[in-house]
């Protein structure tokens, strides 16, 4: 008797905790992969695919299978420092095959020059170029972020890229310098 | 120094933390308020006010008369300037402005004419039908007024330049509004010294402001150690009839003329984090700014010169001028007769910077310019390692822990220096003061905030590429699609043309085999029959 009671219990709970997991299951349904998502929100979205992906989400899921996290000049060491924090990994130093951390810069086209080709446009990972075949094309500034991606394709070479001054608005404090100041001291 | 002996009219409360530096104001406020000669020329910052950059409406050869407007204002967060003295417009350039960073930016350059001559003013008139009981007419004129202020370029004197216009636009459940005097930063007079000779404007300023509002309490916020200011803001009501002005004399005590700080000293009320006063019912204005309403409502008058302390060691005349704006600093210097001061400081010594040289203009926002001798401020001691002894946290008025903030700061850990409400820290500077390390503490809340800024500014950036990029892969994707669509729906188009064609030419075949075997039968019956009649 005292089996079969133990056995019916052990059954409606299994049929409970199944039906209360399949519940679950449906309702707080995860969407896509969220470690993927934010470490895309950590990499700086400039698609310039010098990590050998074909834009930041791509190299986001890379590393969430296991690549290395140096491979973005882009974001540069901070970049580095937010994902190693992220993803519990070590720091390590940019990957310098991949190229170096710039200064922000822009792309400029020498209007005049350009013979409206379109192969800019095509190249651009974000649409922020402007124009029509056989027409002038024209970046439009705010959008740019400087990936380099229409400078190869240009046939007659007039896409400069073009550091962004710092500004007024730009401009920010920086750390005061280490405490206590050096001296040189000479040998006798 | 000397301290009233005027007793407050409202309950004065008090606010935590606070230092009592030197004051330094008796160097600049005994001699009375002076001009200086003209400057060679005027350099005129297009962003000398918080928000936007103004936009430049005249050109390179141009006659301005003092007064005329010379820049637009670029949105509403922005603000109108206007020629502070006749002459020629000779450049628009990028020059060193007055800021921390030392950064070029655009100005207007004028060479005055020596002429002073002032455009045609246009003070709104009949200042007396603003307070008119009909509530239509009193809308009106309340956008007239606020006009008024736009248009003249006023923005807040006591150090923010924020545009005026904007701080009175909110209209609905204010109830008190608190005329900042307290003027608590040492070295600084230019408040204290309008007030001695100007209370009456500042006053009709201050009403002029409260006509905006419905059944609204005036204070006049002031610390103890101006009683010549408060001798003439008192005979200043009386001669005016405003009785119900009120003065709330707070102790003199650094930083209580902060805008969050006052408020508590007048109210007991704490502004709490990410609110405005006005959601306290509240509206500040310095004196400073007042007095400009009132000139640009009463006189029609826009704001091209202000009050301006020149004081420190190296000054040879201190006191206080009316600067037109734009007046290069070492004009300053040389026309008071300075020489070689050590470092020029704009604004006090707590929360002043100092310039990266002496060729930028001054703007609405200088109100003092300190001209220190060697040692005098007391910036050259070497910072040494905290000792962790917590004078800091004692200090600070906005019941911060000032050393928290400077490891997180230090150590880039900025998420946490925000978790410790870093951004609800006023930069007055009371914790480096009493630091016995010398440790630069606001240089490195400083460098926090704008660093954090600067990461929002990129974030937001990154988001939008990343929307775009991702709206370029779909649309690419769609595009594909399409296509795919369209050359599956030919080759479909064509498949049935051809079936359909294939078809018709089966029919045709069979048709033409019906007739083919038609024929062959009629030829074949013809020739049977050609053979029997052969035969017969």
């Known amino acids: 008797m005292d089996l079969i009671t133990a056995v019916i219990i052990l059954a409606v709970l299994g049929l409970i905790f199944g039906g209360v997991l399949g519940f679950a299951s449906i309702k707080f349904k995860v969407e896509g992969d969220p470690i993927v998502e934010q470490i895309d929100d950590i990499l700086p979205q400039t698609q310039c695919g010098q990590c050998g992906y074909p834009g930041c989400k791509p190299y986001a899921e890379a590393i969430a299978n296991g690549d290395e996290i140096n491979k973005c000049p882009p974001g540069g060491e901070a970049g580095v420092k937010a994902l190693a924090d992220l993803l519990g990994r070590e720091v390590i130093p940019l990957d310098e095959e991949r190229g170096e951390e710039k200064r922000p810069s822009v792309a400029y086209i020498r209007e005049d020059e350009c013979i409206g080709c379109t192969k800019c446009i095509q190249a651009c990972p974000v649409d922020a170029i402007l124009g029509a075949p056989k027409l002038m094309h024209t970046v439009i500034i705010d959008e740019c972020t400087g990936c380099d991606l229409c400078v190869e394709p240009c046939p007659v070479d007039c896409i400069d890229m073009i550091e962004l001054p710092q500004t007024i608005s730009t401009w920010k404090w920086q750390q005061p310098e280490q405490m206590i100041p050096i001296k040189q001291v000479e040998a006798n | ?536």
């Open chain 2, 1 to 536: 120094m000397e301290r009233s002996n005027f007793t407050s009219e409202i309950a004065i409360f008090e606010i935590p933390g606070g230092v009592h530096p030197e004051e330094h104001k008796l160097q600049s406020n005994q001699a009375e308020i002076r001009r200086l000669p003209l400057a060679d020329e005027l350099v005129i910052n297009l962003k000398g006010q918080a928000g936007n950059r103004s936009l430049p409406v005249v050109s390179v050869g141009d006659k301005v008369l003092k007064g005329q407007m010379i820049a637009e204002c670029d949105g509403v967060f922005s603000a109108y300037q206007h020629a502070p003295t006749s002459g020629e417009v000779i450049a628009i350039e990028k020059r060193t402005i007055a800021h921390p960073s030392g950064l070029d930016d655009l100005c207007i350059v004028i060479k005055p004419d020596g002429e002073d001559t002032w455009a045609e003013l246009s003070p709104v008139e009949n200042l007396e039908d603003l307070s008119g009981k009909e509530l239509s007419g009193k809308e009106l004129s309340r956008e007239k007024i606020l006009a008024q202020i736009f248009e003249k370029g006023i923005v807040g004197l006591g150090g923010a330049s924020f545009p005026s216009h904007i701080k009175l636009k909110q209209k609905d459940n204010i109830h008190t509004l608190i005329i900042n005097a307290a003027e608590c930063e040492p070295y600084i007079t230019c408040d204290d010294k309008l007030l001695q000779e100007h209370a009456e404007e500042v006053l009709k300023g201050a009403e002029i402001i409260s006509k905006l509002y419905h059944d609204i309490k005036i204070i006049v916020g002031i610390e103890d150690n101006k009683p010549k200011a408060i001798e003439a803001l008192d005979s200043a009501r009386k001669s005016l009839e405003l009785d119900s002005i009120k003065l709330g004399i707070v102790p003199t005590k650094y930083p209580s003329g902060g805008e969050k700080q006052l408020i508590q000293l007048l109210t007991g009320q704490e502004v709490p984090h990410g609110k405005l006063p006005a959601d306290l019912g509240l509206v500040m204005h310095n004196v400073g700014t007042c007095f400009a309403i009132y000139q640009a409502i009463a006189l029609g008058k826009p704001l091209v010169e202000r009050l301006v302390t020149l004081t420190g060691e190296a000054c040879q005349e201190p006191g206080n001028y009316w600067i037109p704006f734009g007046t290069p600093v070492h004009h300053l210097v040389t026309a008071t007769g300075s020489t070689n001061p050590k470092r020029l400081i704009m604004g006090g010594p707590m929360m002043g910077y100092e310039l990266p040289n002496d060729q930028v203009g001054i703007v609405k926002a200088t109100n003092c310019i300190i001209m220190s001798a060697d040692g005098e401020l007391g910036m050259d001691k070497t910072a040494l390692p905290c000792i962790r002894c917590g004078k800091c946290m004692d200090a600070c008025p906005a019941s911060l822990l000032p050393q928290q903030l400077y490891w997180h700061a230090q150590a880039d850990e900025f998420d946490k220096a925000e978790e410790y409400d870093l951004f609800d820290c006023i930069e007055c500077g009371a914790c480096a003061y009493v630091c016995p390390s010398h440790i630069p503490l606001v240089q490195y809340y400083r460098y926090a905030k704008s660093t954090i800024r600067n990461n929002r500014i990129e974030k937001s950036k990154a988001e939008k590429a990343r929307e775009r990029h991702e709206a370029r892969q779909e649309r690419l994707e769609r595009v594909k699609r399409e296509k795919a669509e369209r050359h599956r729906k030919a080759a479909e188009a064509r498949k049935k043309a051809a079936a359909e064609a294939g078809k018709k030419d089966a029919k045709k075949a069979a048709v033409q085999a019906a007739l083919a075997r038609v024929k062959a039968k009629k030829e074949a019956q013809k020739a049977t029959d050609d053979n029997q009649d052969g035969e017969s």
